[in-house]
């Protein structure tokens, strides 16, 4: 049986915990700072499901390098990392180990849901799917969502820049030109 | 009661151990921002490059975001000690920069023994890693620590042996005195005299620091993150720059023992002892991301079948050739 969809929860935050409540330092340009240093040191958990994990390899590789952006320091353990890209199908005997990892990273922390299996369920969302999680947040908060099947990696760093985005509230770097033809 | 002499000697040790501070604070941001980018150019990628122009506030970022982390300890881990290992991980390290001569003038503590006090209080850090792991209640930490200890004591042998072999030579244990025994150029270096110490030194300091290919301890394909797994925020904040410390550490007294230490051609100074420790840990750098991890009995093999071995003939063979 699939996953019920009266199991989200309607209360998700569309973003998870990007502000900290209370924050860490009272003063309002010290913790623009470290907002932005946050920012710009996302370090993701070492950590894939299933093909879009291959993209997300992709993403940190030679030709798009998440490393231009910091975020490439990839922590085999979760309580050094900062970011959960969930990359890859959830079934349901993932979800504990998904629910416990992310329970398992201090905050702050942030969630980006990769691809369409990740979000919804993806090709799995069919009537004869009795394994599949449909959508990983209906188990955690989720702060961005990317789109595809696979995405591209230029997708995945456009969910870091959101990430960046709900942090600061900024988007620090410019948009790509859309190409004729 | 204190006369002048102790007051100028405590306040030169306070100005030398702040100064160390500073060095080992500068030299964690800069090496991991080389670190960082000889990864991304070795492996055909720009590296860190849109936070600051070419990426250099990198690792102040990082830095900064660690210290806004929050703390964890586990449940089950035993407080004290968890807390008390990333701090004798790091400290130590500062007594280590005392001894070490920077420049003809510039050495904070001439002591006599610098070579054995650096080589003792450096051993604490392997008392570190094992309460470390040993506190954090977690089978990945404490197998990363029983890697750690049982690879640094390995290495610790030929390590000692390999510089005793230069202060055989020299017939000093002051680095000071180490360094002014060499000549300015190359061929007048301990290096030539000694080859087969530097390399097994070199080899030895790969596994004292437990950097790649020897970083068996925080294995991250088998051992999550080894002894730092359950460290978060500046708990594992400081385990890494301590690591980069020790990397310093190593190269320096490898400089001094076997490259002329401040020594070289034109005019002697710190310029030449910097320029010799980087390109040391540079060398160390690529070492790091060109080999792949040996497996932990090839680790031990190296160690006792090959390095311990030679380290023994070439001690002998020094002892042999400066009797003669």
């Not at chain 1, 996953?3 to 330092?25: K, L, T």
């Not at chain 2, 790649?212 to 294995?219: C, T, V």
């Not at chain 2, 500046?234 to 190269?251: K, N, Q, R, S, W």
Request: aromatic fraction near 12%; charge should be neutral; charged fraction near 15%.
């Amino acid at each position: 049986m699939a996953a019920p969809d009266e199991v989200v929860p309607p209360e998700i935050p569309a973003s998870g915990q990007h502000a900290i409540q209370p924050p860490v330092v009272k003063a309002k340009p010290v913790q623009a700072i470290l907002d932005l240093c946050r920012s710009m040191s996302l370090w993701p958990m070492t950590f894939g499901l299933a093909c879009c994990a291959i993209e997300m390899m992709a993403t940190g590789m030679a030709r798009f390098d998440l490393a231009r952006f910091g975020a490439e320091v990839f922590r085999p353990s979760p309580r050094q990392s900062d970011v959960m890209i969930v990359a890859g199908t959830v079934t349901k005997k993932m979800a504990p180990a998904v629910v416990r990892l992310y329970e398992q990273i201090p905050a702050p922390k942030w969630v980006i849901a990769m691809g369409n299996c990740a979000i919804s369920g993806g090709p799995f969302k069919i009537k004869e799917n009795y394994n599949v999680i449909e959508g990983v947040d209906t188990l955690i908060p989720v702060d961005v969502y990317v789109p595809g099947c696979p995405p591209r990696p230029e997708g995945l760093l456009e969910g870091f820049f959101q990430v960046q985005r709900l942090i600061t509230g900024k988007r620090w770097w410019p948009v790509a030109e859309e190409v004729q033809g | 009661m204190m006369n002048a002499i102790d007051v100028h000697m405590l306040i030169r040790l306070i100005i030398a151990v702040v100064a160390a501070m500073a060095w080992v604070g500068i030299n964690a941001l800069v090496l991991v921002y080389c670190e960082r980018k000889f990864a991304g150019h070795i492996q055909r990628r720009p590296g860190p490059f849109e936070v600051g122009p070419h990426g250099i506030l990198q690792p102040l970022a990082d830095g900064l975001k660690l210290m806004g982390k929050q703390l964890f300890r586990p449940a089950g881990a035993d407080a004290f000690l968890f807390w008390l290992a990333p701090m004798l991980s790091l400290l130590p390290v500062l007594l280590l920069f005392l001894p070490i001569p920077y420049g003809p003038m510039l050495t904070a503590m001439n002591v006599s023994l610098g070579i054995l006090l650096i080589l003792a209080f450096s051993s604490l850090n392997v008392l570190a890693l094992l309460l470390a792991g040993w506190s954090s209640n977690n089978k990945w930490g404490i197998l990363g620590a029983a890697r750690a200890v049982s690879q640094s004591v390995a290495y610790e042998i030929p390590l000692l042996l390999s510089v005793l072999a230069v202060t055989f030579m020299t017939g000093s244990f002051n680095l000071s005195a180490i360094s002014t025994s060499q000549g300015a150029w190359p061929w007048q270096w301990n290096l030539m005299a000694q080859p087969l110490a530097f390399f097994i030194y070199l080899v030895s300091a790969f596994g004292e620091t437990n950097r790649a290919p020897f970083d068996l301890a925080e294995a991250e394909s088998e051992l999550t993150a080894g002894f730092h797994t359950e460290y978060s925020s500046m708990g594992f904040g400081l385990f890494f720059m301590a690591e980069y410390a020790y990397m310093v550490v190593v190269c320096s007294v490898c400089t001094v023992l076997f490259l002329g230490g401040f020594r070289g051609p034109v005019a002697d100074g710190w310029w030449w002892f910097l320029a010799k420790t980087y390109a040391l840990l540079f060398l160390m750098i690529w070492v790091r991301w060109t080999y792949p991890r040996v497996r932990f009995d090839q680790l031990l093999n190296i160690n006792w079948k090959w390095l311990l071995p030679l380290a023994v003939f070439n001690l002998l063979a020094t002892a042999f050739v400066m009797k003669l």
